[in-house]
T-cell receptor, first 117, second 111 residues
């Protein structure tokens, strides 16, 4: 089975540009999570969705960040405008419905390494 | 946001040695998880724990859910070079939803 798919794997952009990160969760999973990883702060949850609906976006740093999940198989994380401090690895993770699997653990994608110059 | 206290931050060991790392929290968790992250990859789930006192093994890995529900440890026996990576603990208060991660333990194994 295909795991969580993220694109691009690497992104280098200039300050002020718009950045869009993409995620395809594992088929059948109804939870989707966006994380950011940095050396200083470790893994931080930005936002998560259940059945395409945002449940908790309290980790989103500021208004420059937005996330959408238009359908069960696709989500985007957008940064506009980007700043150098946004440089990090962004992970997407998904987990199965609790009704089908009580132990609905998160499976991570390979991440997108973002560098903002 | 709240983070778990994971220790040690890093370990340098000889191949064949046993390894132990742990996580503590001021809050009670209902689930403890241990992940491993290789360079350039996302974290991969190693062991999941759901009951206080639970002791679970996965090959050379053993993890326990502390009785107080505020801590967990991970042991690796007879380490090998491919054990190199960053190990993360994660906790969850409810039965589903978001995880809180520790800052990781970076393991280096000398052949």
């Amino acid at each position: 089975d295909a795991g969580v798919i993220q694109s691009p794997r690497h992104e280098v952009t200039e300050m002020g540009q718009e950045v869009t990160l993409r995620c395809k969760p594992i088929s059948g999973h109804d939870y989707l999570f966006w994380y950011r990883q940095t050396m200083m702060r470790g893994l931080e949850l930005l936002i998560y969705f259940n059945n395409n609906v945002p449940i908790d976006d309290s980790g989103m740093p500021e208004d420059r960040f937005s996330a959408k999940m238009p359908n069960a198989s696709f989500s985007t994380l957008k940064i506009q405008p980007s700043e150098p401090r946004d440089s990090a690895v962004y992970f997407c993770a998904s987990s199965p419905p609790s009704a089908r699997n009580v132990y609905n653990e998160q499976f991570f994608g390979p991440g997108t390494r973002l560098t903002v110059l | 946001g709240q983070q778990l206290n994971q220790s040690p931050q890093s370990m340098f060991i000889q191949e064949g040695e046993d390894v132990s790392m742990n996580c503590t929290s001021s809050s009670i968790f209902n689930t403890w998880l241990w992940y491993k992250q290789d360079p350039g990859e996302g974290p991969v789930l190693l062991i999941a724990l759901y009951k206080a006192g639970e002791l679970t093994s996965n090959g050379r890995l053993t993890a326990q859910f502390g009785i107080t529900r505020k801590d967990s440890f991970l042991n690796i026996s007879a380490s090998i070079p491919s054990d190199v990576g960053i190990y993360f603990c994660a906790g969850r208060r409810g039965s589903q939803g978001n995880l809180i991660f520790g800052k990781g333990t970076k393991l280096s194994v000398k052949p």
